[in-house]
């Protein structure tokens, strides 16, 4: 048994949709987790500086004494995952990517045409594709860049014409052409607008990364012997480099509770 907490981070907000599934399925466990609402959004931004900046995130979380951390941000997955397992051996560190790319290769065959949306950063890196052709050479894949989804999401600028529009733009013709049919969402930002993808092109299969991410979490904890008891009285603490008030109304929103309900708080952190 271990009662410490698990590090999430995230470039944002988006992170923040991975945390309703940890606390449905591993009700026990605490999170302490960092959005970085004041240099958001990450995807356009150089390798070089996704590093920096991740690497910034993570040694505040190791310090924190988290027991493991949960990288919720494809972008920093794609890019950063292997550096900062080679920097903090003694805990384990998770991305988001391979746990999604499993279940694509678990449900989709040949026939099938699997579309990715991410960031420009995640799509440039090709881990997605390398990531399911490990899986399952067979499969076909193809991604498309959507950079102007993170930062209208931040703005919470999502059940409105102007998200609708911004998605016909990005995916008609991605869709179309390629006759996609599974849609993976690449970013945690993305489950987000979910209802307005499923309005659009209701026939497609989406594959929620930031909800399979959970089961890979709950089997790292449980070989390593480190799941949390119930007697587990720690806060759940959400931090954040610029902590707006729209950023502590979206964690109101995708956990669906008022934040006494949960034992939530919220600190603003500048790194």
């Known amino acids: 048994m271990d009662n410490r907490p698990i590090g999430f981070f995230d470039s944002g907000l988006g992170g923040l949709t991975v945390i309703p599934n940890l606390l449905e399925n591993l009700p026990n466990e605490r999170v302490i987790y960092f959005g970085d609402t004041a240099r958001t959004p990450y995807g356009s931004k150089a390798v070089s500086t996704i590093k920096q900046y991740a690497t910034q995130i993570a040694d505040f979380l190791v310090s924190k004494d988290v027991k493991m951390l949960v990288i919720a941000c494809n972008t920093i997955s794609s890019t950063c995952l292997e550096d900062l397992r080679v920097r903090f051996?003694?805990?384990p560190i998770l991305g988001i990517i391979s746990p999604a790319a499993r279940k694509v290769a678990?449900?989709?065959t040949p026939e099938n045409?699997?579309?990715i949306i991410a960031t420009k950063v995640t799509t440039a890196s090709g881990a997605y594709r390398e990531r399911i052709r490990d899986f399952n050479p067979?499969?076909?894949v193809f991604d498309k860049a959507t950079p102007a989804f993170v930062p209208?999401?931040?703005e919470g600028i999502i059940e409105n014409e102007i998200m609708d529009l911004t998605i016909h733009y990005y995916m008609d013709d991605f869709i179309r052409e390629n006759s996609i049919d599974t849609l993976v969402l690449g970013c945690t930002h993305y489950p987000l607008i979910r209802k307005n993808i499923e309005k659009i092109y209701p026939g497609l299969n989406i594959i929620n990364p930031s909800y399979e991410i959970i089961g890979r979490v709950r089997q790292i904890l449980e070989n390593d012997g480190t799941l949390?008891?119930?007697?587990n009285d720690r806060e759940n603490i959400f931090y954040a480099s610029d902590l707006s008030e729209n950023f502590?109304?979206?964690?109101q929103k995708i956990l669906e509770t008022e934040k006494s309900n949960l034992n939530l708080k919220f600190k603003?952190?500048?790194l």
């Open 228 to 231: 949390a008891g119930e007697d």
């Open 138 to 140: 067979e499969l076909r």
């Open 113 to 115: 045409n699997i579309g």
């Open 106 to 108: 678990a449900i989709c």
């Open 248 to 251: 502590e109304n979206m964690i």
């Open 268 to 270: 603003n952190l500048e």
């Open 89 to 91: 051996p003694q805990i």
């Open 152 to 154: 209208l999401i931040e």
